[in-house]
Protein backbone atom coordinates (compact mmCIF):
# COMPACT_ATOMS: atom_id res chain seq x y z
CA UNK A 1 0.00 0.00 0.00
CA UNK A 2 2.94 2.31 0.26
CA UNK A 3 2.65 2.16 -3.21
CA UNK A 4 -0.55 4.15 -4.05
CA UNK A 5 1.00 6.54 -0.58
CA UNK A 6 -1.43 5.15 1.81
CA UNK A 7 0.00 3.52 5.37
CA UNK A 8 -0.72 0.05 6.27
CA UNK A 9 -2.20 0.97 9.33
CA UNK A 10 -4.64 2.88 8.05
CA UNK A 11 -5.79 0.43 5.38
CA UNK A 12 -6.17 -2.19 8.40
CA UNK A 13 -7.99 0.93 10.32
CA UNK A 14 -10.82 1.24 7.55
CA UNK A 15 -10.73 -2.63 6.20
CA UNK A 16 -10.42 -3.96 9.23
CA UNK A 17 -14.20 -3.80 10.52
CA UNK A 18 -16.00 -4.63 7.46
CA UNK A 19 -14.08 -7.50 6.82
CA UNK A 20 -15.00 -8.65 10.36
CA UNK A 21 -18.51 -7.79 9.75
CA UNK A 22 -18.39 -10.35 6.68
CA UNK A 23 -16.82 -13.11 8.35
CA UNK A 24 -18.81 -12.88 11.49
CA UNK A 25 -21.83 -12.14 9.42
CA UNK A 26 -20.80 -14.76 6.54
CA UNK A 27 -20.57 -17.57 9.51
CA UNK A 28 -24.20 -16.53 10.97
CA UNK A 29 -25.36 -16.99 7.65
CA UNK A 30 -23.91 -20.51 7.23
CA UNK A 31 -25.07 -21.39 10.83
CA UNK A 32 -28.53 -19.71 10.49
CA UNK A 33 -29.63 -18.57 6.73
CA UNK A 34 -32.20 -16.83 5.96
CA UNK A 35 -34.73 -16.87 3.39
CA UNK A 36 -32.75 -14.44 0.94
CA UNK A 37 -29.32 -15.48 1.50
CA UNK A 38 -28.17 -13.91 -1.75
CA UNK A 39 -29.07 -10.37 -0.56
CA UNK A 40 -27.32 -10.89 2.80
CA UNK A 41 -24.28 -12.06 1.31
CA UNK A 42 -24.51 -9.33 -1.39
CA UNK A 43 -24.74 -6.62 1.60
CA UNK A 44 -22.11 -8.04 3.28
CA UNK A 45 -19.58 -7.57 -0.39
CA UNK A 46 -21.08 -4.22 -1.23
CA UNK A 47 -20.35 -3.05 2.72
CA UNK A 48 -16.51 -4.18 2.07
CA UNK A 49 -16.54 -2.51 -1.37
CA UNK A 50 -17.87 0.81 0.00
CA UNK A 51 -14.74 0.74 2.74
CA UNK A 52 -12.14 -0.49 -0.22
CA UNK A 53 -13.55 2.32 -2.61
CA UNK A 54 -11.17 5.78 -1.53
CA UNK A 55 -8.26 2.94 -1.59
CA UNK A 56 -9.20 1.84 -5.04
CA UNK A 57 -9.89 5.35 -6.01
CA UNK A 58 -6.22 5.98 -5.24
CA UNK A 59 -5.01 2.98 -7.00
CA UNK A 60 -6.43 3.81 -10.25
CA UNK A 61 -5.57 7.75 -9.73
CA UNK A 62 -1.75 6.90 -9.34
CA UNK A 63 -2.26 4.15 -12.23
CA UNK A 64 -3.72 6.84 -14.52
CA UNK A 65 -2.40 9.69 -13.41
CA UNK A 66 -5.68 11.41 -13.03
CA UNK A 67 -4.87 13.00 -9.47
CA UNK A 68 -6.06 16.49 -9.59
CA UNK A 69 -9.46 15.59 -10.60
CA UNK A 70 -11.22 16.64 -7.70
CA UNK A 71 -14.42 16.45 -8.84
CA UNK A 72 -14.17 12.92 -9.10
CA UNK A 73 -12.93 13.04 -5.71
CA UNK A 74 -15.89 14.39 -4.37
CA UNK A 75 -18.21 12.36 -5.83
CA UNK A 76 -16.10 9.58 -4.22
CA UNK A 77 -16.67 11.03 -1.22
CA UNK A 78 -20.65 11.20 -1.53
CA UNK A 79 -20.23 7.68 -3.13
CA UNK A 80 -18.81 5.78 0.19
CA UNK A 81 -21.21 6.69 2.39
CA UNK A 82 -24.05 6.12 0.04
CA UNK A 83 -23.00 2.55 -0.60
CA UNK A 84 -22.23 1.70 3.26
CA UNK A 85 -26.36 2.45 3.56
CA UNK A 86 -27.18 0.99 0.58
CA UNK A 87 -25.43 -1.96 2.54
CA UNK A 88 -27.22 -1.68 5.59
CA UNK A 89 -30.18 -1.56 3.90
CA UNK A 90 -30.12 -4.22 1.29
CA UNK A 91 -29.06 -6.21 4.37
CA UNK A 92 -32.37 -5.19 6.78
CA UNK A 93 -34.33 -6.05 3.70
CA UNK A 94 -32.57 -9.85 3.62
CA UNK A 95 -32.94 -10.79 7.00
CA UNK A 96 -36.72 -9.20 7.74
CA UNK A 97 -38.83 -11.13 6.38
CA UNK A 98 -42.51 -9.80 6.09
CA UNK A 99 -44.66 -13.30 5.93
CA UNK A 100 -43.23 -14.22 9.48
CA UNK A 101 -45.40 -11.80 11.11
CA UNK A 102 -46.09 -13.06 15.03
CA UNK A 103 -43.35 -15.68 14.53
CA UNK A 104 -40.73 -17.01 15.73
CA UNK A 105 -37.15 -16.68 14.04
CA UNK A 106 -37.46 -20.01 12.56
CA UNK A 107 -40.99 -18.90 11.90
CA UNK A 108 -42.75 -21.54 14.18
CA UNK A 109 -45.76 -20.49 15.98
CA UNK A 110 -45.02 -19.10 19.35
CA UNK A 111 -48.09 -20.57 20.81
CA UNK A 112 -49.19 -16.78 22.89
CA UNK A 113 -52.26 -17.06 20.89
CA UNK A 114 -53.32 -20.20 22.21
CA UNK A 115 -52.17 -18.77 25.70
CA UNK A 116 -54.39 -16.08 25.69
CA UNK A 117 -57.09 -18.14 24.23
CA UNK A 118 -56.82 -20.59 26.78
CA UNK A 119 -56.85 -17.39 29.23
CA UNK A 120 -59.79 -15.86 27.83
CA UNK A 121 -61.97 -19.28 28.09
CA UNK A 122 -61.26 -20.31 31.73
Given at each position: ????G?PWF??V?YL?????L??A???????????????AWA?????L???AL????I??Q??????????????M??L??????L?WLVLLW????P?????G?AG??T?Q?E????E???
Amino acid sequence: MEAIGVPWFVLVRYLGPPLFLLAAGGALLLWRPPRRRGLAWAALATNLLAAALPFLWIAVQVASGAGDLTAIGLVMTFLQPGLVVLAWLVLLWALVDPRSGGRGAAGEDTGQEEERVAENVG
